[in-house]
């Protein structure tokens, strides 16, 4: 079974910063490509960040861009997403993901196993 549990999720200001993580069991990450989706009530969900196997690149939405770092860490066998520069609109519960392959991706059919998600609010 492969299980994926993110967390680090919460309320933040705007301008604010926070770092989610996902831990993975079940299965080795080294082989796959990773990635971080959100879903919100006013968003379907929508691709984040990505980061291939070896973390040698790494590709963001346009929103995020600029503001959003997507890291992994093989050997714990975790993913991260640091969030700085907080908006309002960030708000939305974000979803780590496994891929099918090794390289980067960044649609919803290409990732095979999803967490729970995490709640991340940013509000005044």
């Known amino acids: 079974q492969v299980q994926l549990v993110e967390s680090g999720g919460g309320l933040v200001q705007p301008g604010g910063s926070l770092r989610l993580s996902c831990a993975a069991s079940?299965?080795?990450?080294?082989?796959?490509?990773m990635g971080w989706f959100r879903q919100s009530p006013v968003k379907e969900r929508e691709f984040v960040a990505t980061?291939?196997?070896?973390?040698?690149?790494?590709n963001y939405a346009d929103s995020v861009k600029g503001r959003f770092t997507i890291s992994r860490d093989n050997a714990k066998n975790m993913v991260y997403l640091q969030m700085n520069s907080l908006r309002p609109e960030d708000t939305a519960v974000y979803y780590c993901?496994?891929?099918?392959?090794?390289?980067?991706?960044?649609?919803?059919?290409?990732?095979?196993?999803w967490g729970q998600g995490t709640q991340v609010t940013v509000s005044s």
């Open positions: 993901a496994m891929a099918r392959g090794r390289t980067s991706a960044t649609t919803r059919q290409e990732y095979d196993y």
């Open positions: 980061i291939n196997w070896i973390a040698s690149y790494t």
């Open positions: 079940g299965r080795t990450i080294n082989n796959y490509a």
